[in-house]
Each structure stands twice: as C-alpha cells, then as structure tokens.
C-alpha cells in the first residue's frame, strides 16, 4: 500500500494568513492526488483533484501543486470557515489512502 | 443534485452483523464506482471498499472476509453488510461517489459502535 504523510499534524493561523500543508507518498503516484477538508462533525469535502484542479464551488484561495511523491495544498489567505482538518489522498492504486491529516486551528 | 444518504448505523455487540445502507439521489449508483470510508472516533480516514460499476469489490484488508459490498439497482442504493464486528470497527461510516478513485460526493455518515 502507498503511505501517504502529511506536515505538519497542526498549524495555527490567523484569518488572512498564507498557509501550506504539504504530503508526500511512500512512492511515485504522478498527479494522483486529492486534497479534502473536514470539519467537526461533518463529511470530508473534495477541495482539489488531481493535484492541482479546482473542484467546482471551492473558493479560488485553495490551490495545489506537485507530483511525483511531494504536494503541497496552500490557502492564500485564511478565511474563518477554513478552520479544519485538511486529509491528502492518493487516487493513484487500489487501496486508496489517506494522510494523518493536518488540524488547522485559528 | 447529487445526495448520498446512509442509515443503519447503532449499538451492536462484538461479533454481530449490520447492514449499512446508502441511498443516493441525481444519479444512478449502477454507472459510477461507490465507497465506503470510516472514521474512528478522534482519528483519521480509513478507506473501507468499493463496488465498480460492472460489480467488481475490492476491500480494505483490515475487514476482508467479514464485509461485504454490494448494490440494488432498482432502489438505486448500496449496502456495507458487515459480519464478525469487532470494537475496532467502531466508526463513523461514509458512502461516498469514487470517480476516477477521488471522493467526490460524501454522505453525512452513520456511527458504528461495537461495544
């Protein structure tokens, strides 16, 4: 299975803050990667497909770059309601997994 | 709009069977792959298994022989039946549409507690 390892497990920010969570996969899965974030209580929500595409509704402050075994997810500048625990997931081979997540906190 | 329903959660005691269901809404389940993923109270996602539209399962190995997927068309849902339940398989579980193994559309999650 391909282990897939998020940095770091927490950050805290402010509202208007840049912020980068980063993940890495155990080996290569090209541009195979989603980003998702959860709030308390709630279902995880797709944020970026593929790497690097913006999933239809999500604000354009969410972006993400990479491929091979490195990514990085970036909020240009922090809005109250993306205080969340954010997951990367690799779409590249049976199983899927997941990162630890990383908890975002004001 | 797309919407994914699950009911079936509860209380059910080591080593007995449940029956999650998944009832979806704007679009047909039989034409797209369907997951299910859990999340144990405080922790991260675990992916569970999926059924792809021609029927082919695959699992997770951590419940392979003791869950089964599997889909009814004409209600347009699908099921996790799982047998054997231990209390590490206390979770919240998701359904969730897999296209092209992303996670696109999630339910709101039912809880397992095995206890």
């Known amino acids: 299975d391909i282990q897939m390892t998020q940095s770091p497990s927490s950050l805290s920010a402010s509202v208007g803050d840049r912020v980068t969570i980063t993940c890495r996969a155990s080996?290569?899965?090209?541009?195979?990667l989603n980003w998702y974030h959860q709030k308390p209580g709630k279902a995880p929500k797709l944020l970026i497909y593929?790497?690097?595409s913006l999933q239809s509704g999500v604000p354009s402050r969410f972006s993400g770059t990479g491929s091979g075994t490195d990514f990085t997810l970036t909020i240009s500048s922090l809005q109250p309601e993306d205080f969340a625990t954010y997951y990367c997931q690799q779409s590249y081979s049976n199983p899927i997994t997941f990162g630890q997540g990383t908890r975002l906190e004001i | 709009e797309v919407q994914l329903v699950e009911s079936g959660g509860g209380l059910i005691q080591p080593g007995g069977s449940l029956r999650l269901s998944c009832a979806a809404s704007?679009?047909?389940?039989?034409?797209?792959?369907m997951s299910w993923v859990r999340q144990a109270p405080g922790k991260g996602l675990e992916w569970v298994s999926v059924i792809y539209s021609d029927g082919t399962t695959y699992y997770a190995d951590s419940v392979k022989g003791r869950f089964t997927i599997s889909r009814d068309n004409s209600k347009n849902t699908f099921y996790l039946h799982m047998h054997s339940l231990r209390a590490e398989d206390t979770a919240v579980y998701y359904c969730?549409?897999?296209?092209?193994?992303?996670?696109?559309?999630w339910g709101q999650g039912t809880l397992v507690t095995v206890s």
């Open positions: 969730a549409t897999t296209s092209n193994w992303r996670l696109d559309y």
């Open positions: 593929d790497a690097s």
């Open positions: 704007g679009f047909t389940v039989s034409s797209d792959y």
């Open positions: 080996q290569s899965i090209s541009s195979y």
